[in-house]
T-cell receptor, first 111, second 114 residues
Framework: KQEVTQIPAALSVPEGENLVLNCSFT??????LQWFRQDPGKGLTSLLLIQSSQREQTSGRLNASLDKSSGRSTLYIAASQPGDSATYLCAVSDNFNKFYFGSGTKLNVKP | ETGVTQSPTHLIKTRGQQVTLRCSSQ?????VSWYQQALGQGPQFIFQYYREEENGRGNFPPRFSGLQFPNYSSELNVNALELDDSALYLCASSTTSGGGNEQFFGPGTRLTVL
């Protein structure tokens, strides 16, 4: 059974810092990995999608990498801003597009 | 292009009651998946509907059931509500049921069971 773990569970950084969020998964037979952002009490906003054949994706200040063989992904956020404060979730999909989620990393960026 | 929408936004029920949650998929998407997210946890897969048929189910009891309509909108029905059913219910749509397709999530329905 696929298990997804995210470390750290919570992170507090001053504005302007670069930071890395980690995601690991136990079964490397994934179809893609998707990073989401979730604001308190809200739905999920897709940030980046990495197909299993890809190594990384970039969008603005965000960069996500995927090492499928070792079961790891990282989300790099450059020059963090208070508006980046949210919970970040990673999810991996199987061949039925069923997503397995981690419990998330709660990020607080202090002004 | 209209995104994924869900209704209602919030719902309060008492134990033993039944509830129906609704989801409209994004334009052009024929696959809808439902997830349950308990407080402080990641979403858990309930089931998926593809072209009006159930296409995979997570570890949820039969009192969780669903429907998908010809326009690909979907309903999640929960019977005999229990306190532990209190959660945020999310639906997601994608272009097909196969692996590798990006999923787009709705804003969720917050269900509270008293």
């Amino acid at each position: 059974k696929q298990e997804v773990t995210q470390i750290p569970a919570a992170l507090s950084v001053p504005e302007g810092e670069n930071l890395v969020l980690n995601c690991s998964f136990t079964d490397s037979a994934i179809y893609n990995l998707q990073w989401f952002r979730q604001d308190p009490g809200k739905g999920l906003t897709s940030l980046l999608l990495i197909q299993s054949s890809q190594r990384e994706q970039t969008s603005g200040r965000l960069n996500a990498s995927l090492d499928k063989s070792s079961g790891r992904s990282t989300l790099y956020i450059a020059a963090s801003q208070p508006g980046d404060s949210a919970t970040y979730l990673c999810a991996v999909s199987d061949n039925f597009n069923k997503f397995y989620f981690g419990s998330g990393t709660k990020l607080n960026v202090k002004p | 292009e209209t995104g994924v929408t869900q209704s209602p936004t919030h719902l309060i029920k008492t134990r033993g009651q039944q509830v129906t949650l609704r989801c409209s998929s994004q334009s052009g998407h024929n696959t809808v998946s439902w997830y349950q997210q308990a407080l402080g946890q990641g979403p858990q897969f309930i089931f998926q509907y593809y072209r009006e048929e159930e296409n995979g189910r997570g570890n949820f009891p039969p009192r969780f059931s669903g429907l998908q309509f010809p326009n690909y909108s979907s309903e999640l029905n929960v019977n005999a509500l229990e306190l532990d059913d209190s959660a945020l219910y999310l639906c997601a749509s994608s272009t097909t049921s196969g692996g590798g397709n990006e999923q787009f999530f709705g804003p969720g329905t917050r269900l509270t069971v008293l």
